[in-house]
């Protein structure tokens, strides 16, 4: 059975001790998501952690359907997306880089970068920064957090369909946008 599955059981039994081990299993990778989208450190915080409190307050209405990163990812885009709304414009493009920033370049794909290696990390942070919402909201799930098209769909609440079009939207404008950086068109996106 899913490590996941037996610690909401143990949570809904009232075993506090089991939602801080989920916390903590899934704090660091809900932070990054969150990093990703509003591009604030403080605000990434702030949502990541109330997306926690709203996942214990309502674990109670977790049926199983979908995996908990499924149900949780929802909680935390929803979280995302009422921050970006409250503040009726997208949020300031940081340009510094921290440790839960991009993740480093696949060793394979680490000889086909041309310049320095903060330079590209911030023009593909401002492409994947530039993409429409839904776009970068499906493209950020699928590539940062390794959720597959079923589970996105489910995240965003669209059809696995539709995933696959703003997956392959999201890379087709990554790849127009970026590809001064590579030679020989060798980037995988």
């Not at 801080?20 to 299993?25: F, G, H, I, Q, W």
Request: glycine letters at 4%; a positive charge; aromatic letters at 8%.
């Amino acid at each position: 059975m899913d490590e996941d599955i037996v610690l909401i059981q143990s949570v809904k039994q009232g075993d506090r001790a089991a939602f801080d081990l989920l916390v903590r299993k899934h704090m660091k990778p809900a932070y990054a998501y969150c990093k990703r989208i509003l591009n604030n450190h403080q605000d990434a915080e702030d949502a990541s952690q109330n997306a926690f409190l709203k996942a214990y307050r309502y674990i109670s209405g977790f049926e199983g359907k979908s995996s908990f990163k499924t149900w949780f990812y929802t909680i935390l885009t929803n979280e995302c997306m009422n921050r970006i709304k409250s503040v009726k414009t997208m949020p300031v493009k940081s340009i510094s880089g921290t440790e839960h920033d991009l993740p480093a370049p696949e060793p394979r794909l680490a000889t086909v970068f041309q310049g320095d290696a903060d330079f590209i990390s911030q023009q593909v942070k401002e492409a994947v920064n530039s993409l429409p919402e839904r776009q970068r909201l499906a493209f950020a799930l699928n590539c940062y957090q390794g959720l597959d098209y079923k589970e996105i769909a489910g995240v965003l609440s669209c059809s696995y369909e539709n995933v696959k079009v703003l997956i392959s939207l999201a890379r087709k404008s990554l790849r127009e946008r970026l590809k001064n950086l590579v030679k020989d068109g060798g980037m995988c996106l």
